[in-house]
T-cell receptor, first 114, second 114 residues
Framework: QKEVEQDPGPLSVPEGAIVSLNCTYS??????FMWYRQYSRKGPELLMY????GNKEDGRFTAQVDKSSKYISLFIRDSQPSDSATYLC??????????????FGQGTILTVHP | GAGVSQSPSNKVTEKGKDVELRCDPI?????LYWYRQSLGQGLEFLIY????????KSGLPSDRFSAERTGGSVSTLTIQRTQQEDSAVYLC????????????FGSGTQLSVL
């Protein structure tokens, strides 16, 4: 079983829809949680970064962390065709030599059609 | 430079040959990371540099893989005696320092081993 599970989709939604992307994890040592967006033939770019359980909002994006359930989510409101990309969750544990070692989910392919 | 630069962008090689992949991080970034992205596998951590030292090289798949960083800047990932299972996109990222999760990724090197 992988440490981080993410439904690869693909997910296809109409423009303006609310998108929900999710990851579950098994390693209770994970303390820091991130969402990355990756366009085709490009490297991932950081969208959201959270530490504690709860919600964090940035524009149309909301990241949610539930450490008790080992479950994280990314919500995209008023989705746009430009949001079409692969979305990757990532996480890491705290301290030691773990700073650089992110564990990624498999990525969810999202298409927003006009 | 403006971003993380990787070269070559594409590399086709024959099984058994050695390859070198280069990464030029963002100027001033002290931390540098190598990840591998394969179909169906997501991003896998390979190695992480802080300055010229590698506190965590636990993700290197075998002793055929090695990496170095000189002058706290450019890094080279070397794969000796390449195998077909080494085919993947090799991504480099940099960040301002340890504990800074804002990783800036390059566009990667697509390695194909025939």
């Amino acid at each position: 079983q992988k440490e981080v599970e993410q439904d690869p989709g693909p997910l296809s939604v109409p423009e303006g829809a609310i998108v929900s992307l999710n990851c579950t994890y098994s390693n209770s040592a994970f303390q820091y949680f991130m969402w990355y967006r990756q366009y085709s033939r490009k490297g991932p770019e950081l969208l959201m970064y959270t530490y504690s359980s709860g919600n964090k909002e940035d524009g149309r994006f909301t990241a949610q962390v539930d450490k008790s359930s080992k479950y994280i989510s990314l919500f995209i409101r008023d989705s746009q065709p430009s949001d079409s990309a692969t979305y990757l969750c990532a996480m890491r544990s705290a301290g030691g030599t773990s700073y650089g070692k992110l564990t990624f989910g498999q990525g969810t392919i999202l298409t927003v059609h006009p | 430079g403006a971003g993380v630069s990787q070269s070559p962008s594409n590399k086709v090689t024959e099984k058994g040959k050695d390859v070198e992949l280069r990464c030029d991080p963002i100027s001033g970034h002290t931390a540098l990371y190598w990840y591998r992205q394969s179909l169906g596998q997501g991003l896998e951590f390979l190695i992480y540099f802080q300055g010229n030292s590698a506190p965590d090289k636990s993700g290197l798949p075998s002793d055929r893989f090695s990496a170095e960083r000189t002058g706290g800047s450019v890094s080279t990932l070397t794969i000796q005696r390449t195998q077909q299972e080494d085919s993947a996109v090799y991504l480099c990222a940099s960040s301002k320092g340890s504990g800074n999760e804002k990783l800036f990724f390059g566009s990667g090197t697509q390695l194909s081993v025939l």
